[in-house]
């Protein structure tokens, strides 16, 4: 497959005081990750755990106190987008890279209609259309999404969670992008509305192509949506890999900890476990493993929770990856 | 609707009343004074100048109390303000002539500072310039403890006396002719200039500050991230996103600082001796004028009252969540 | 009891010192005290001054230390003697504005109703209505030549917003569990005000309280300047309507400094009282006060301070 973007090596720091000094955090650090064209990839991680800076980033939409330190952005076309100007990645935002963001209860312009999104979203990149073909294909995006035409001359306000989270999602598709990241499109929603949700989001990905980068903290509804899963703990991915292979078989204390404290119809709750302890003080990261002090298996498989064998991607099979050093010996505790 | 326009006829009402118990608490009794006076530039009889007076004063004070106030709304409600003890006009004709300086000063002191402070401020969240932010918060806090009449006095110092490009006092020069001619309307100007400068320098940095605040906390809202992501220009961003978000609440402002500019007209308009409402007011009061004082007190409260119902109609029809809602 | 009053006083102490950690409350808390010492003690050590027409209008000199007024009488010791006018007649304003605009506020939140309703029409009436142009007429009618009773003309138009603001917050406070809590307790509406509303109230009526002083000021001058509030010579306000009108200050003379001295000390005074109300508005915000000392500041415990004015009756909790 081709690959549609790849990131190599970011980091996002962040400039913050704390007890009266000035210390940069690293939201993100010397991630990479590669995004297939057509692939449905799903981004887990808990809050904090830096999914929603890294998307930031490749959205380009990182601000003060922020800043993208290091790392570039290789497109499809081998453009580095992060190293070009303002206005040329213009070109490719919504036409190439589209997004739909987390709480959608506050994504829309307040005093706009609906109509005027879609209208103005296109002219920003394509000056000269009229404004009936706009409305004609806005239309199309809705019904795709289960909308009624009439939702285009609502204000935000009028509409549901639900249907605002839609219209998100039509509005993303309105210039045909090969990418589209959405940062927790359904948590704010029921179950039901969410499950709607993801139908429409496979139909997308299915029928367009469009490659969908799925960023949540709920295991529980991603693995029927995607195809890869990477999971993110403390600014970094520590496994990333083919979803059936990483559901079967995890190969870090983190995602085995995670696939262990979901709980289903089927079981027994008492068989669930959560995640023992805190997450690490990322002002004060020491030379260890970042989930060292959570983590089950240090101390018994020889791990001495180092940083040194936690800090690269080791090959775990054919396209599955992990950051433990001691992948082959986390058996079932 | 319905509610508003009830809330707008009891204000109108308390200020019939309000108005009406400035003569009827008024140390002294006026329709006495007023007949001695009658009696001395007239020469007829005190009985005679005593009925004079209560005609001239609408005010019996030997009827009942609800009588009078039912005889002094008629009149009032009706265009008939009495005449003035000082001035010898009637109050009506006074507050005709008056009416239309102040609100001169007023509005368009109003209307500048709001503009010109607005955008200023909207710069101001834009640019994020410690610098910028830190000169305007000195000026914000220096002008807001300099009363506008000592602004003003300052004003006169410098342009008036020692520059000698403004007049300090009067509407306009008795040499220029009245009417729509530009030698007039220019001479008008230049006399407004001043007042309306000191309103304008007191309120633009309160614009400012608002306006500053507003667009700081609207730039933070996920909207704005989410035009970002869109590719919106930042032209589009700054007008309809944060302009038009947060212009709505402040246009309500825009009545109450129309509100005070006009509470503050006596002294400015005393100052630079500008015939205006206020000017009238403070003449009034400190002569002890009571039906003069009345016209003119009832005729800024009026005025607010009205100004702060249109702004009210114009928010409810221009802010989209309560045109559709038809009024929370 | 040793303990409640280590406790009263470490409320106290929290206070000040964020009141201090920012440089421009502590600029406006620091004038403030000045002139509040010069007010109290002032007219103790300076005695009322005799008119000396010989020595009038005289520059500043070693023994007049910012020369003379329209009269001979020393304008600094003018000045110094006028300050306690000046702030009785805010602390007045101020007193009286609470008191009228927590009455009405809490009565509006708790009872609700009618009573709301109709409070609130008059708030809305107040509000509307522009203060100055008020006082202007109260001034003619009630003619106040102490303090206490300028005062009172002077809060009797300025209590809206804080009532609103008060209203504001006790309707939101009303549904909050803690009440509820009270409420189940058996506790009565007093307990409920005192210990479960006020303390929620308080930043509100410490900023407003220093903004009427501010704006009393203001107004008192205005007056003055109109010459119709009938006050003693001694008043920065009527020091200024003298300088105006009597001695042609407005042409340019030598007597400019006895005009400067007014007006450099109302602005003065005003500017304190905003820089230290900003500090008063810091010091209740909680998210400043943990970001600036980093550590998780003690929330500040306002019932001590309130507790201490009660006499203790209600202290069995």
Redesign the interface.
Known sequence: MEKLIQCKNITVEFDVMHKGTNKVLKAVENVSLDIYKGEVLGIIGESGSGKSTLSSAI?R?IR?PGRISQGDVVYLNGENLLAISEKEF?KY??KEI??V?Q?A????????TIKEHFI??YL??KPNTKEEEILNKAKELLGFVRLEEKVLSS?P??LSGGMKQRVLIA?SLLLDPKLIILDEPTTALDVITQWYILEILRKINKERGVAIVFLTHDISIIGSMVDRIAVMYAGEIVEVGDVMKVYSSPRHPYTKALLGAIPSLNDDISTRKSIKGAPVDMLDLKNECRFANRCVYKGKVGCNGLYENANALLNVSDNHFSKCGYWRDLDDE | MIKKIV?LL??VL??VI?TFF?IE???GNPVDILAKDIVTTQGISYQDAYRKAITLLNYDPNLPMHEKLLNFAKDLLSGNMGVSLKYKANVLDIVLSALPWTLLVAGTSTLIAFVIGVSIGMFAAWK?SKTLNLTLDTTA??M????E??LG?FL??IFS?TLKIFPSRGAYSTSVDVGFNLPFIIDVAKHATLPILAFFIVNVVNWITNMRATAVNILG???I?????????NK?IIF??VG??AL?PMITSLASTF??L???A??IE?LFAYPGI?YY??NA??A?DAVL?QG??FT??IT??FC?FLVELLYGYI???LR?KGGH | MLKKIKNDFSGINDFFKIIFMNK?AAVGFIILLIFILMAVFGPIIIKPQIADYANRLQAPSFQHWLGTDFSGKDTFKQFVLGSRDVLSIALFAGVFTIAIGVIIGISSGLIGGLVDEILM?IT??VQ??????VL??L???I?ANNTLAFGLILSLWSWSGLARAIRAQTMSLKHKDFIEASRLLGMGKGYIIVNDILPNIIPFIAVNFIMVM?SSI?AS??LM????APFSGEHWGIMLDIA?TKTGA???SASTVYLWTP?VG??????SC??FSKGIEEAFNPRIRTSISGKKVKTINLKPLLKGKDNGEINSM
Request: charged share 10%; net charge positive; no cysteine.
């Open positions: 959205l939409l003060q213009n935002r919504w589209a997004a963001f709480a209860q506050n994504a829309l312009n307040p005093v706009i103005e979203t920003a990149h204000y306000f009028e509005l | 809330v009891l204000t308390i200020a309000a400035i608490l008024m140390p994020k806090s220096i807001g403890a300099i009363p009449y000592i006095f006169i110092i006396v809202e996920d909207y991230q989410y035009a970002n992501a869109r590719g919106l220009s589009d309809k996103y038009k978000n709505l509100g005070m006009v509470g503050g006596p002294l005393d206020g007011l403070g009061t400190g002890r004082m003119m007190f800024i409260i607010v009252i702060n802010d989209p969540r559709r | 421009q029409m809305n009436v509307t209505i522009p203060n100055f142009p202007m007429v001034s003619l009618i003619s501010k203001m001058v205005g300047v109109l010459g119709l105006l407005l042409l340019g007006i109302i602005v003065l005074f005003q500017l905003y820089m």
